[in-house]
């Protein structure tokens, strides 16, 4: 049974730092394209970054390319995305989640998840 668990969240001020990891089981990471994915209170849930995914080996969404960058451990089949230089708007329950490799950032895409991890950006 294919799981991930993320871990690392937590609160933070404006212009910190987390580090935000994705254990995966049950599956051979190697074959998938791993996305993380954020959803903010009443808002629909967007796609943050991929990697090994149908548009590039990495990809960010706009409001965080320059920040955050993914990173993936295959031997460790882990996954992880640091954050740099949060911002309020950065608040979230983060995911990350497994698809086929020509996945793009579309939650449809993706078909496994994790439980999601807290992130909390304070002024």
């Known amino acids: 049974e294919a799981q991930l668990v993320e871990s690392g969240g937590g609160l933070v001020q404006a212009g910190g730092s987390l580090r935000l990891s994705c254990v995966t089981s049950g599956f051979t990471l190697d074959n998938y394209a791993i996305g993380w994915f954020r959803q903010a209170p009443g808002k629909e849930r967007e796609g943050v970054s991929c990697i090994a995914c149908g548009i590039g080996s990495t990809y960010y969404a706009d409001s965080v390319q320059g920040r955050f960058t993914i990173s993936r451990d295959n031997a460790k089949n882990t996954v992880d995305l640091q954050m740099n230089n949060l911002k309020p708007e950065d608040t979230a329950v983060y995911y990350c989640?497994?698809?086929?490799?020509?996945?793009?950032?579309?939650?449809?895409?993706?078909?496994?998840w994790g439980q999601g991890t807290q992130v909390t950006v304070s002024t």
């Open positions: 989640a497994a698809g086929e490799p020509e996945a793009r950032l579309e939650s449809f895409q993706y078909d496994y």
